[in-house]
């Protein structure tokens, strides 16, 4: 077989450049893939860090101005990893030369930029993806495939936290993500947005909620280094923080399945604490991402002396993707999601498919960031 | 040291009678009390039924009629425990005999009823206790005990659930907890009720909420035998579920907190997950009544590498009530709680001082059961 | 039904006199019993102390002197809770004197009382009872229940360990049971006993062994006040501590079963850390006593797909003993393994069986720390 | 800085070889090096296979015969990551053509072999490094630092056990692992000489031992494909397993601790459970491999209410190596320890250090492994 390979150009090189140059550089080494991904250019705008990053990484070539990237006719996958206020431009640029586009998530800072985007990608009728890794961590492809065999029967209720303390301290300075015009929102967007995908995979559409979103520390120190909106050190100015630190809501599903979505960055203790439970009618499933080899599932059909939530090493040869690591008990991390998405995307598209999850499931979770952000206007339920 | 024999009037021989019994026969047995409880008559309507609970539970007496009990000169506390429709007629008519006033929660099935109850006490000038009987789980007080010494600091965050699974079988017939008469609401009053006792204990006031009711299965076999509405076997004959399956809701404390709560009884394998966390700007904490002997506490002030929850086995002699028993190690279990709440209630009284919680706080509770009932009808944030 | 009364002389009014009094009090409160206990006499040599330990336990009668408790013709059955050098004697006279005679555990000092003990009861012809009071927790119960029915297949490991840390403390005093004239030996009597007789209840007999006691800390302050041997504060004066800290033993089972135990003091953080894992050709099971209502099961028999541990709540009606206490996930606590180790025994004596487990029990026991004792100074393997 | 480029000879190409040539890939992706490792051959005995093995993992040539990857003048280290009867002829042919020599674990099949190769690094002057990877995980880096810095006290116990249970099912075929000639021994010489590395590690050197092996299933059917010793089907044909299933033994420290050891792989459940609690003075530890992000640390210094083993989640900035990775609380995997190992080693290479553990801690461990096989024949104890 003739293997394709897929030129990537890459725009952005910090957490998500570095996560997904890895996930292009290590699938083939461990899966058999049609189409495969060459590392061709990646794209920033600070040349010396850009340059250092590309070595790392393992990228050909280096460009400053993304509007290049996207001219290149070398170039077939464009990669979308910058904060989100460039995500509409880049991508729907990039959709308008043809290229593919993958997305990191959220899909947009807004539900008209995402609606923007989905337009693009249709009307040039080219791939795109979403970055919502986490549908491909192992135990969460092994859910999925648990729930469609029926093995919870009908679902009544869907409960989600996600939970992190990086910036609980209130000295941690204004970085891009605490930034309204950069990054839309704060842990609505950030890491909600990770549950609500979840709840839309695993249970189904949500059709109405009720949210509120709030801002625990409203000043905070201002980064000295204003050419980086990603780090660097506090100053001694304070700034408006303009995003949330915690967001909230109820949900319910259209199959009638009740949600809960928590999501924020003050619980001290919980540095990537996205965990879900699921109840039905024939058993329960939780899953937490700190412990994301791990999948526990109830089950009713055991004999009534035995039951108990077990606990499920998903590693072994029988699970999802698992296979092609280690054996079983040998676990994988975090980075591994990233490699599966890109392997999964790579085969649907060498399929002439397109990769899941794409842009209509990013526009369909801004769809519910939107009814959350309304509702806590509101204070009263609105629908999706 | 002269020790004072409190007589006890018992209305209710079922679950909770076999709990309060018990309470009051082991409290004298592991604590030193200057007041002592005294089974004296036992009270329920099916003579048989309750001649033998008197047997088994250890009461001297037994009336069938709740007006007698309380009619009788030699009963100083009347304790109620029957189902919630009974509890404001009896509680009332007790508060103006003049007699001690121990109530099941949740207090009432009505707001109105509730403060009618608060208001006979008040008047009566009686002492009067309601039996949410978790604060007195040592890992509950010990977490009470440490927030007040300001080892969380700031509390961004109270998180709990209340999952149940005993009616998650649709053919589980209409017992009289799924009879809004008799009941009042269903996993709301039930369990809901203790975890929002626990928030106001731990936390504060609740200031405002958002929430949602839900009945999953909206017709079950009726009772066959009539003449019990505790339990029995399902007969052939349907009838209306008049309360609620599952309720949850989002909450403002008073103190800028944000809470969200749930309980149902439609989460296959929990049993009694009574379960919540709370995050501070010093540090969390962790608790969860199926391990009720533990207290999960994660500290910011350890040194950064060392950082984690820690379990804290909650049975040493430095622990709240612990040392009355057994070793460290050497676990307790659920039916403690009412023990330790009777050694502090009668502790108090013995003082001049009225137990804790009391009729007040039952009130307030019932205040924020009734604010998300008239949130989940008026689809909007509700004031308390 | 007539219920008999079975008169009990209570030898011993510390720990264990307090546990096994609360045992004979609530037994049948919870239980049906054709035969029941009667707190008749309790007995204690330090006259002001056992007063007290008689109101507060619920005693009848004291007598300062365990002969004369033997010669009433009024006590059916002599309980012997005293450190370990008075059960020979005791038991012994008490057989000879026809009564029943249940007996702590470790059922002798040495291997010789304990043979001459089990003689006398034999000779006698009377009911006799050793307190391995863990094989009466639900979980244990119900783990065996799984073996019996080959839920486990063929047994190939047994892996227990008995950790607590009261002793870690150099500065901790020379209690008895760290004299080798009242204990018989350390952590090896007292706690590794108890995983002993969990391998024999649940694995089988043991056949040899290889085992080392160790004492970390060989001087320890005596304590001050020398009338009480059983506690107090510690003195300046230092005292050889004359039993082991901690003992250790590889085992084969008579069945091929391999063995590991180990018992310390010296475990910092274990408190009562009783944990055994069973490894069989069909599953495995684990047992942790500080979680003493839960049993982890795997069953290789399960969807090779969903295989995990399960954590099984032991507290539901289908469970061992649990029914008579409280609904599902309501756990119960250390002290309700005497009361079921009391009901068990009673409902045998009732039907004319001897309870189990009985003196054989606690011989086989013995032998068994007899050859790791020997192994221990041999240095090679020895034969029970 | 100019880097240097290692040019790697990698010998052998199935599970290790997969995990070495991952380690060298990944390594200067994520970490700094000084020296980088260059995947310059790699080689085996079946050409086919090979070569795909070499497209897979990235390595630049393949050879077939392991004489020629030593002759070649540019190739600087030799991995031996062949079964165990290759190791010494390999490694004492490189050492002696100048070559630095990395090789798998256990060091050798026997002794004298072992003996054999240390000789021969010393004695050539090369540098030389063993494969215990598991030092080089995060939790267990932290564990090792934590006891260097007096955390713990005085070590008491050493806890470890390693359980599998890939071959419990009796039809699972004679793989080179249960052949005496290609792998030495069993679960003793595969993963009873990672856990005695770690405890060697983390308390010290091991006196004296007893111990025992043992084989549960003696006859098990012979692979169809015999030109393959590591995998393929089961034949009709039985043979005899004449490794190890399981082997268990007691030590006792140079320093007085005391320790227990046990390896299977007949333990239904444990897919990779190597586990490990050490208690000292101080505090304790614990380490689980299947968690191994994860190390649990209780501290006797923490306030007496307060104290309780902590989860500490190893994966933040301050703790070894994870700063490379990823944020708080994403998580890494198995594979990751030898990448650590490989950055590690490259390191200290650098800088003229010979990596760590090198062949005197393969040596040491032989002679526990060899002192644990002497005791298992004699039934007494031996000294290392």
Known sequence: MAKRRVRIGLIGYKFMGKAHSNAYRQAPRFFDM????????ICGRDERALKAAADKFGWQECETDWRRVIERQDID?????????LHAPIAIAAANAGKTVWCEKPL???????RSMRQAVEKAGVFHAVFHNYRYCPAVALAFNMIQDGLLGKIYHFRAVYLQDWIADPSFPLVWRLDKHSAGSG???????????????????????SGHLETFVKQRPKLAATDDRLGGTASTEMGEVTVDDAAMFLAKFENGALGTFEATRFALGRKNHNRFEINGSRGSIVFNLERMNELEFYSND???????????????GVHPFTGSWWPAGHIIGYEHTFTHLVVSGFERMAKGENPTPDFE??????????AVTRSSASRKWECV
Chains 1, 2, 3, 4 share one sequence.
């Open 34 to 41: 049609e189409w495969e991904p060459e590392l061709a250019v």
């Open 77 to 85: 996958l464009i990669d979308v990893s910058t904060p989100g206020d």
């Open 108 to 114: 947009a800072n807004s539900l008209e930029e995402a």
């Open 187 to 209: 842990a609505h967007g950030d890491i909600n947005s990770h549950i609500i995908d979840l709840g839309r995979y695993l249970v189904g559409e949500i059709a109405e909620v």
């Open 302 to 316: 055991d004999a009534e002396a035995h039951r108990g939530f077990r606990t499920i090493q998903v590693t072994d």
């Open 361 to 370: 499931d990013g526009l369909r979770n801004q769809r519910v960031l939107d």
